[in-house]
């Protein structure tokens, strides 16, 4: 018999660098989660990552047991990793702050191509440019 969810809860942590510290530790600590063996085995799962932004769902089961999925990094920012930009433009139609090829826009798509509403690449790297223009970043061919 399968266990019976308590709740979801949906969190950004840096990956391999994750602490019990907030945001982590108050959201499951409400749900009695053992906060130790959640951040041990995040950070062990997601080492390869150091420290760049992940999103993650954890599953809270009724015995207070829990599973985990880490998704892929948000768009924004493996765009300013791609850019090399520490923020994006507070007015972006008018102040550009970097730029990147739609080459990399596909690059970013591959990578995120899972966890987008998209059923091609071409879509999934449409929506990578969206979000570049949004934060103030030029495609460029």
Excluded at 113 to 119: G, K, Q, R, V
């Amino acid at each position: 018999m399968a266990k019976q969810v308590a709740t979801q809860i949906k969190l950004q942590a840096p990956g391999g660098q994750a602490t019990p510290a907030p945001p982590i530790g108050p959201a499951l600590g409400q749900h009695g989660v053992n906060i130790g063996q959640f951040v041990q085995q995040f950070n062990s799962q997601t080492a390869n990552l150091n420290g760049m932004t992940v999103p993650v769902v954890i599953t809270v089961y009724t015995d207070k047991s829990f599973t985990f999925e880490v998704k892929s990094p948000p768009a924004a920012v493996l765009l300013k990793e791609k850019a090399q930009i520490a923020k994006g433009s507070g007015v972006p139609n008018k102040e550009k702050v970097g730029t990147v090829t739609v080459a990399d826009c596909r690059e970013i798509a591959e990578r995120k191509i899972a966890d987008l509403n998209a059923h091609s690449l071409d879509q999934a790297a449409k929506i990578i440019m969206g979000t570049a223009r949004s934060m103030g970043i030029d495609v460029t061919e």
